[in-house]
Antibody, heavy 118, light 111 residues
Framework: EVQLVESGGGLVQPGGSLRLSCVASGFTFSNYWMIWVRQAPGKGLEWVANTDQPGTQKYHVDSVKGRFTISRDNAKNSMYLQMNSLRGEDTAVYYC???????????WGQGTLVTVSS | AVMTQSPVSLPVALGQPASISCRSSQSLVHRDGSSYVSWVQQRPGQSPRRLIYEVSNRDSGVPDRFSGSGSGTDFTLKISRVEAEDAGIYYCMQGTHWPPTFGGGTKVEIK
């Protein structure tokens, strides 16, 4: 069974940093590209970043470019999102998802809540 | 590509059909000829779950009352007979153009 478990969320002040983790199981992690998607409270879904199977190609949406960095460690079946210079508008549940095909996510984790507030 | 869904809210009686529309601001035909449109269900308090990929392919375990169709810029998710467990928010999503984008969501409510 595919499982994706996020952790690392919490309350952080504006301008602060946080590192999210996603641990995968139930599939060969190194065979799949991986994704972070977020959902602000009561809002819709927003693609944040994705990385290819070896972790060499990384793409971030404009709203987080230069502040967030996606990475992965295939030996640990893990993906990360380093979030710096956090803003109030970054407050959201952050989901880890498995990439499949072209621009699609077939499995999603349960999410971790990041709250940016003073 | 901006994805626009309608309606925003869809009250449906049990056993009745439901249809959700999704329109893209540009063609979703990829250079490889396929269209990368998927549909995602989010039940209350749960994480998203993909139902349909590449316009019309159902994911494993998805009931056959769910179907997807469309081409170019217009896509539709249909539920042939709504069941209580279908309550939630449905999002269309395009992966043809980077970054992948989602529609604003359609809330299916059981009457």
């Amino acid at each position: 069974e595919v499982q994706l478990v996020e952790s690392g969320g919490g309350l952080v002040q504006p301008g602060g940093s946080l590192r999210l983790s996603c641990v995968a199981s139930g599939f060969t992690f190194s065979n799949y590209w991986m994704i972070w998607v977020r959902q602000a409270p009561g809002k819709g879904l927003e693609w944040v970043a994705n990385t290819d199977q070896p972790g060499t190609q990384k793409y971030h949406v404009d709203s987080v470019k230069g502040r967030f960095t996606i990475s992965r460690d295939n030996a640990k079946n893990s993906m990360y999102l380093q979030m710096n210079s956090l803003r109030g508008e970054d407050t959201a549940v952050y989901y880890c998802a498995r990439g499949e095909g072209v621009g699609a996510a077939d499995y999603w984790g349960q999410g971790t809540l990041v709250t940016v507030s003073s | 590509a901006v994805m626009t869904q309608s309606p925003v809210s869809l009250p449906v009686a049990l056993g009745q059909p439901a249809s959700i529309s999704c329109r893209s601001s540009q063609s979703l035909v990829h250079r490889d000829g396929s269209s990368y449109v998927s549909w995602v269900q989010q039940r209350p308090g749960q994480s998203p779950r993909r139902l349909i990929y590449e316009v019309s392919n159902r994911d494993s375990g998805v009931p056959d009352r769910f179907s997807g169709s469309g081409s170019g810029t217009d896509f539709t998710l249909k539920i042939s007979r709504v069941e209580a467990e279908d309550a939630g928010i449905y999002y269309c999503m395009q992966g043809t153009h980077w970054p992948p984008t989602f529609g604003g969501g359609t809330k299916v409510e059981i009457k």
